[in-house]
């Protein structure tokens, strides 16, 4: 008889729970992940350097005292309470609103009219789409110059025109080297040179409204008033509530025509809050209370564009 040999046990590595293949497509993911965010990555240090980086200092300095050489001081809320002793805030800040309140809507006004005339079958609707949007794109400088030169109140032809229409020359008005008549010029000029941009906006929402609403409104019957009033309105409503979101946060944050027409004059009958701003930082070199302007000016604008999304969700 033979011994009977004892048989070993096979013994073998324990094998991965995890599959290879889900392995494989993990590191896949983590790769495009790594390789997207590489490409995002300049796009947002940037952001978070130029932008970011400055406006959170900007909301420190609000509450400090500083005037860009000095060592900075803690201020506290002194420059939130010198906010109610400046009249040159207070103006700026009234102004501003005035501004506001007149440059919307007459700025969605003129943008839907033109959308709606150039947006016709007639002759020349490329040219004149071109000739109403070149305005926007045309250099700010040059278009304020030329602006001066045609509401000049001695020799513009503006005032030449009225004063052929037999307007009395006492009775002629100033334009910008008025108090009176200031604003108004800077108001005619931002509805100008802005709305030819708006008009583009309204025409891309017009040419998306299906033709077959109009033509089951000349089968009841209606006029071109209530297709208007019960079919372009209504079908606008989305581009409208864009338009008026980004003219109103454009409004608050006016600076460049000013600058370049009034310079905030005559007195403070043209100073705005984003002028005021720059005057405090740049000509007074009080850092700290410009900052508090900002943040009171971004306050403001954060919750009317709050109370604008609130009211559209609302009426939807």
């Known amino acids: 008889m033979t011994a009977a040999r004892a048989v070993a046990p096979k013994t073998t590595a324990p094998k991965s729970i995890v599959p290879k293949t889900a392995v494989t497509k993990r590191q896949r993911k983590r790769r495009e992940m790594l390789v997207a965010y590489s490409f995002i990555a300049p796009n947002f240090i940037g952001f978070a350097v130029f932008t970011l980086g400055p406006i959170l200092f ?45 440059v919307v809507p007459l700025t969605l006004v003129c943008s839907l009219g033109l959308a709606i005339l150039l947006n016709q079958k007639i002759f020349g609707r490329n040219f004149f789409r071109t000739i109403a949007f070149f305005p926007y794109v ?37 334009w910008a080297a008025d108090r009176d008549w200031a604003m108004v010029t800077i108001i005619m000029f931002s509805i100008w040179k802005s709305m030819g941009y708006f008009m583009v906006i309204y025409l891309a929402g ?30 606008l409503g989305p581009t409208t509530f864009f338009v008026s979101v980004m003219l109103t946060i454009q409004s608050f944050k006016v600076f460049d025509q000013i600058f370049l027409i009034t310079q905030g004059g005559p007195g403070t009958s ?26 009171v000016l971004f306050v403001l604008v954060l919750t009317i564009t709050i109370v604008q999304f609130r009211l559209t969700e609302e009426r939807d």
């Open 138 to 174: 045309a250099s700010l400088v040059a278009v304020a110059v030329v602006w001066n030169m045609l509401f000049n109140p001695d020799f513009g032809p503006v005032n030449m025109a009225l004063y052929n229409m037999g307007i009395d020359p006492s009775d002629l008005p100033g």
């Open 270 to 295: 043209t100073l705005v809050l984003v002028y005021h701003i720059y005057n405090e930082a740049f000509i007074s070199w009080d850092l700290g209370y410009s900052s508090m302007v900002a943040l």
């Open 206 to 235: 017009l040419q998306g409204i299906s033709a077959e609403l109009y033509e089951a409104a000349d089968i009841d019957g209606a006029n071109s008033w209530q297709k208007f009033w019960r079919i372009t309105l209504p079908q």
């Open 58 to 102: 900007a909301f420190a300095l609000a509450f400090m005292h500083w005037d860009g050489s000095n060592p900075i001081e803690f201020a506290g809320l002194e420059n939130f309470w010198k906010l109610f002793e400046d009249r040159a805030f207070k103006s700026a800040f009234w102004n501003t609103i005035v501004y506001t309140i007149f």
